[in-house]
């Protein structure tokens, strides 16, 4: 079965509709995320974008089709610029867009636009048929190569008023930004479980390798933790832009931190076999690695030190 047929029969058994953020369920939400990384991170990143994009509609007061795999492609380079042209109700999008995960399968993409302004459009891909060019190309990695991530080039692709999703830099700046954000982090954290899972199931019992698997189990015992409390935090202050923020940003710095331990112990306790002989482990041992990239190391934590800066030092 192919990916897009597994993210499908998940959408059709109800596996995707989740708690929304502070919504009162979020861990519940975190966990769902979890066990789908656990399951397949290919599968998880298409799954955590779809949902992504659910509780985004919601936000602003939109229905989402529900016969419609949605994704959000919201990553913005310097050198690949999409704008929004036009004056209503003659508006259309031109330029490129990077990191489109999903492109040629999902149904439905909420993309930002930067220029002129901060934006939030509903695509319809297949009304777009024809104005859009795909090209899978420059993703040269095996890592991940099942969810079709391309650059998209969209050419005149005309965008009703309607189709504008809330107040110019609405997206940014609303609650649900940075509680959407925990949904990469439940992946990462599950991916990294299914490596746990495998050394469990291993008979080596030296001493190195027990010490390296009592690490694993403690890391990963730390992530589930990690993501129900940042679940029930949300859920106390589901409002509070600037408290989400540090929640996000914390959460994603030790979960990204305790990622790359496990690869890290994992490769020293187990070596290159399972890496090299043992597909499934060896693809999610690379997809983990590049997943984990979304969070932007330092530049992350100087935004979580400034808002923990901010919050104990308030303007007066």
Same mark, same amino acid.
């Given at each position: 079965m192919?990916?897009?047929?597994? /993210?499908?029969? $998940?959408?059709r058994?109800?596996?995707?509709?989740?708690p929304?953020?502070?919504?009162?369920?979020?861990p519940?939400?975190?966990?769902?995320?979890f066990?789908?990384?656990?399951?397949d $991170?290919?599968?998880?990143?298409l799954?955590?974008?779809h949902?992504d994009?659910?509780a985004?509609?919601?936000?602003?007061?939109?229905?989402?089709?529900?016969?419609?795999?949605y994704?959000?492609?919201?990553s913005?380079?310097p050198d690949?610029?999409?704008?929004?042209?036009g004056l209503?109700?003659?508006?259309?999008l031109?330029?490129?867009?990077?990191?489109?995960?999903?492109?040629?399968?999902?149904?439905?993409?909420l993309?930002?636009?930067s220029?002129p302004e901060q934006?939030l459009?509903?695509?319809? /891909?297949?009304?777009s048929t024809?104005?859009?060019?795909v090209d899978? #190309?420059g993703w040269i990695?095996?890592?991940f #190569?099942?969810?079709?991530?391309?650059?998209?080039?969209?050419s005149?692709?005309?965008v009703?008023?309607?189709?504008?999703?809330?107040?110019?830099g609405w997206y940014?700046?609303r609650?649900?930004?940075?509680q959407?954000?925990?949904?990469?982090?439940s992946?990462w954290?599950g991916g990294a479980?299914?490596?746990?899972?495998?050394?469990r199931?291993?008979?080596?019992?030296?001493?190195?390798?027990?010490?390296h698997?009592g690490?694993?189990?403690a890391?990963?015992?730390?992530?589930?933790?990690?993501?129900?409390l940042a679940?029930?935090?949300?859920?106390?202050?589901?409002?509070?832009?600037?408290?989400?923020?540090?929640?996000? /940003?914390t959460l994603?710095h030790?979960?990204?931190q305790t990622?790359?331990?496990i690869?890290?112990?994992?490769?020293?306790?187990?070596?290159?076999?399972?890496?090299?002989?043992?597909h499934n482990?060896?693809?999610?041992y690379?997809?983990l690695d590049?997943?984990?990239?979304?969070?932007?190391?330092?530049?992350?934590l100087e935004?979580l030190?400034?808002?923990?800066y901010?919050?104990?030092?308030?303007?007066?």
């Open positions: 192919t990916l897009e047929n597994r /993210l499908r029969q $998940l959408q058994d109800g596996k995707l509709d989740l929304f953020p502070g919504s009162g369920e979020t519940v939400r975190h966990r769902c995320l066990d789908l990384g656990r399951l $991170l290919s599968l998880a990143r799954a955590e974008a949902v994009a659910l985004i509609l919601a936000e602003a007061g939109r229905r989402a089709d529900p016969d419609a795999l994704g959000v492609w919201a913005e380079t690949q610029t999409l704008r929004l042209n209503p109700p003659r508006l259309e031109n330029g490129n867009k990077v990191f489109c995960s999903g492109a040629g399968l999902l149904d439905r993409a993309v930002t636009v220029v934006t459009i509903d695509v319809n /891909l297949h009304a024809g104005a859009l060019v899978g #190309s990695v095996s890592a #190569s099942e969810t079709q991530t391309a650059t998209v080039t969209f005149r692709v005309p009703d008023e309607n189709d504008i999703i809330g107040e110019t940014l700046n609650p649900g930004f940075w959407g954000a925990c949904g990469p982090a992946c954290a479980a299914g490596l746990v899972d495998y050394a199931a291993q008979s080596r019992n030296d001493s190195h390798t027990l010490a698997l690490a694993l189990h890391d990963a015992w730390g992530m589930g933790a990690y993501l129900d679940g029930k935090e949300i859920d106390e202050n589901p409002d509070d832009v600037a408290n989400a923020g540090i929640i996000a /940003l994603r030790l979960v990204e990622c790359t331990d690869l890290k112990r994992f490769a020293r306790a187990y070596g290159p076999r399972p890496l090299t002989f043992d482990i060896s693809r999610r690379q997809e590049l997943y984990i990239r979304q969070c932007h190391g330092e530049r992350d935004a030190g400034r808002g923990v901010r919050q104990t030092n308030p303007v007066t």
